[in-house]
């Protein structure tokens, strides 16, 4: 069980603080839920603590887990589907894993793909949702200011 102060990822969130633990009843069922503090933004995620794990909810990477992320990802080989529903899927796969580096792939892949055919809505909407998953777990890694996190992996990913 994780207590208030952890620093904790989201698979589909990111990553944020644990603010406080509530019990709240929701759907006539009383239990207690993580109020995550996300590092991006204002948002608050709510998480039932006795399904966290089955959600995928885990610690934040260390600070040197973080940079050897960053400079793995310089060398992440991308190969994408041409087929938009199976890369879709795929990516989405891929970001629910909760894996970092599953996530920076995703990131790279979908830059790539931009700058060479464009995106789609759809695509354009999951390169955001990752780029944020992926940065914000970095920022609190690496106890750096979004934006410095988020020049240093545009710059890694533009190579």
């Known amino acids: ?12 969130h990111g ?7 509530v019990r709240k009843k929701v759907a006539g069922k009383v239990q207690d839920y993580y109020l995550l503090k996300l590092s991006a933004g204002s948002m608050m995620v709510m998480i039932p603590t006795e399904h966290s794990d089955e959600i995928g909810v885990r610690p934040v990477v260390s600070g040197q ?4 992320i960053l400079t793995a990802m310089e060398d992440i080989q991308v190969d994408m589907t041409q087929n ?4 879709y899927r795929e990516n989405m796969l891929r970001i629910k ?12 892949g979908l830059m790539m793909r931009e700058t060479q ?9 999951m390169l955001h949702s990752a780029k944020q998953i992926l940065i914000s777990e970095l920022v609190l890694a690496q106890s750096m200011p979004y934006e ?3 020049e240093r992996v545009n710059k890694v990913l533009h190579q």
């Open 1 to 12: 069980m994780y207590q208030i102060g952890d620093k904790v990822v989201h698979p589909m």
């Open 15 to 21: 990553a944020g603080v644990i603010d406080s633990i």
């Open 65 to 68: 887990e973080a940079t050897h």
């Open 84 to 87: 938009w529903n199976r890369r």
């Open 97 to 108: 894993s909760g894996d970092l580096l599953e996530v920076a792939k995703v990131v790279k």
């Open 117 to 125: 055919k464009g995106l789609s809505t759809g695509e354009r909407k």
């Open 148 to 150: 410095a996190v988020e």
